[in-house]
């Protein structure tokens, strides 16, 4: 099955419906920009770079029937648009990376006619879609050399195609390894509480053909203490200058824990997750999400009292010092990290 998570077709945005899977495998027309921001905040698209993509072709959704005769009025309708979309979940640094890419082009591009202006900023989301993919698949490849056979790799929530464009940074590394046809076996925390690990990694890596057992996510430190896990791999919301890597929820107790039982821990994430403006973790903003998430579960059952105090944080903040490096389209990035991220990152 191919599996293309966002794309632009039928001049709309098209997404694969996470919300669905792995019941339904559907596909949904995006034509307004409401219906974008809804699809983001309720995750139908999810994944830091894939809100990348989504931040790009959203904007161009969002100005392509632009009426305004002058970049002014351009403009405003423009910054309006890219308000608005990062109203939406403000922790992926990929969503903000690019909105703010696509206001800098069109500034640049200030003296060209509105029309010409819309072709560029599409060009410009189509560039933000295939440096996603490229940058994937240099990770993927810088990363496979980590793994080797008969490896168990554990992993969180959802860093695979389904997070990006395509191949995916956590999940983009086993795939890599795969056709370089090394063993392994994955163990997926299922990540509560909207389950992205057991209902889209252990999906994604069925349909890929790669081993994968799911657990629930208190399951790991039994896992760890069992020798069952050789190392982990997790993906990246926002990741600071320092490496402190804010990531889906539960990602630092696996660091703390494979700390503990001395199994390396690695963090896959693509030059655009990384937000140089932040110092360190505690600059980042972790999303809050609704109560209801947390008592009725994904399937809207209830699992708790409705009325029951709740702390629902999607994200949190993993010290740089429990990471054993990351793995970028850059290279593998070591300690100390403020130097290294810095020289890794420069531009190209
Ligand atoms: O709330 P989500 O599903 O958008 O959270 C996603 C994650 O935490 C991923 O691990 C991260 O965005 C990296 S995706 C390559």
């Known amino acids: ?45 999810r994944g830091a770079p894939a809100l990348g993509a989504a931040a790009g072709l959203g904007v161009y959704l ?19 648009v890219i308000r608005y979309l990062g109203s939406s979940r403000p922790t992926a640094r990929n969503l903000f990376w690019g909105l703010e890419r696509m206001a800098s082009v ?26 996603d993919r490229r940058a994937c698949r240099k990770l993927g490849g810088y990363g496979s050399a980590l793994i080797k056979n008969g490896d168990t790799v554990l992993t969180v929530c959802n860093a695979g195609i389904l997070a990006t464009i395509d191949y995916g940074t956590a999940l983009g590394v086993l795939y890599r390894a795969q056709e370089k046809r090394k063993r392994f076996k994955v ?21 890929k053909g790669i081993d994968v057992t799911l657990i629930c996510d208190n399951m790991a430190a039994t896992l760890m203490r069992q020798g069952k896990i050789d190392k982990v791999i997790a993906g990246a919301d926002r990741i600071a200058a320092n490496g402190d890597t804010a990531n889906k929820i539960g990602t630092y107790s696996l660091a703390v824990l494979a700390r503990y039982h001395g199994i390396p821990f690695y963090i896959a994430a693509p030059a655009s997750t990384f937000d140089a403006r932040m110092k360190s973790g505690e600059d980042i903003v972790i999303e809050q999400r609704p109560a209801a998430e947390v008592t009725r579960g994904f399937f809207k ?48």
């Open 1 to 45: 099955m191919i599996i293309k998570t966002i794309q632009w077709a039928n001049n709309a945005v098209k997404i694969i419906d996470q919300t669905r899977l792995p019941a339904e495998f559907r596909h949904v027309y995006i034509r307004d920009l409401k219906c974008l921001w809804h699809a983001i905040k309720t995750l139908q698209v």
């Open 62 to 80: 969002g100005i392509k029937d632009c009426k305004a005769r002058n970049f002014a009025g351009f403009s405003r309708q423009l910054d309006g």
């Open 106 to 131: 069109a500034a640049i591009n200030r003296g060209k006619s509105v029309s010409q202006i819309k072709k560029i900023l599409f060009a410009e989301a189509m560039e933000i879609i295939e440096e």
């Open 187 to 207: 163990f997926a925390c299922e990540t509560r509480p909207l389950l992205q690990g057991a209902r889209l990694t252990t999906w994604e890596l069925k349909q």
């Open 301 to 348: 059952k209830p699992i708790a009292p409705a009325n029951v105090a709740v702390y629902n944080p999607a994200f949190d903040v993993t010290d740089h010092a429990l990471i054993s490096a990351i793995i970028t389209d850059r290279g593998i990035i070591r300690p100390p990290y403020r130097q290294q991220i810095k020289k890794a990152l420069k531009p190209l």
